[in-house]
T-cell receptor, first 111, second 115 residues
């Protein structure tokens, strides 16, 4: 599976949009971009995934660049409860069941 | 979404004893489950793939005789840490896929402390 690079930490003000970048320059054609988050001392939670089109659900939006070498997860109106470690993972649908986690981005939402 | 539950959520045991952690898929069947371990301030590390009705597949460096995995039914996988030592103290998390989107559902995690 392709490797991803994320900033180790980010801060965002409550109520503002949180934009979390992820680089995946070695992504291959059949690999999806998955985002999960882990709130302290809990199991990870699925957020969203996409192949090449932008995706949106009730939690977040995923913007994937045209060359698919990077993506951005957007939390449109961050709340304190969004403070967590966010993981960007690239994998094929088949391989996505066996996720390999990187270090992720520790997002802190400040009041 | 689908629910995966772990038990116990935390356990303290003496060095040398064995500890069993259960992972259940509550509202779906899972032929495959995954076990992760997470040390403080570190990311999740995949330990093994649990397969219903067959042997588990362990990641490189994970001792299969130390971490016994049993997937006896379509809704239950167990991880037994045998002869636990303080260095086995960690947060153990299981996950299971549902459907074919690649989405994984994770349990709440089980925190093991070995004294």
């Amino acid at each position: 599976d392709a490797k991803t690079t994320q900033p180790p930490s980010m801060d965002c003000a409550e109520g503002r949009a949180a934009n979390l970048p992820c680089n995946h320059s070695t992504i291959s054609g059949n690999e999806y971009v998955y985002w999960y988050r882990q709130i302290h001392s809990q199991g990870p939670q699925y957020i969203i995934h996409g192949l090449k089109n932008n995706e949106t659900n009730e939690m977040a939006s995923l913007i994937i660049t045209e060359d698919r070498k990077s993506s951005t997860l957007i939390l449109p109106h961050a709340t304190l409860r969004d403070t967590a470690v966010y993981y960007c993972i690239v994998s094929s649908i088949q391989g996505a069941q066996k996720l390999v986690f990187g270090q992720g981005t520790r997002l802190t939402i400040n009041p | 979404g689908a629910v995966v539950s772990q038990h116990p959520s935390w356990v303290i045991c003496k060095s040398g004893t064995s500890v069993k952690i259960e992972c259940r898929s509550l509202d779906f069947q899972a032929t495959t489950m995954f076990w992760y371990r997470q040390f403080p301030k570190q990311s999740l590390m995949l330990m093994a793939t649990s397969n219903e009705g067959s042997k588990a597949t362990y990641e490189q460096g994970v001792e299969k005789d130390k971490f016994l995995i049993n997937h006896a039914s379509l809704t239950l996988s167990t991880l037994t840490v045998t002869s636990a030592h303080p260095e086995d103290s960690s947060f153990y998390i299981c996950s299971a896929p549902q459907g074919n989107t690649g989405e994984l559902f994770f349990g709440e995690g089980s925190r093991l402390t070995v004294l």
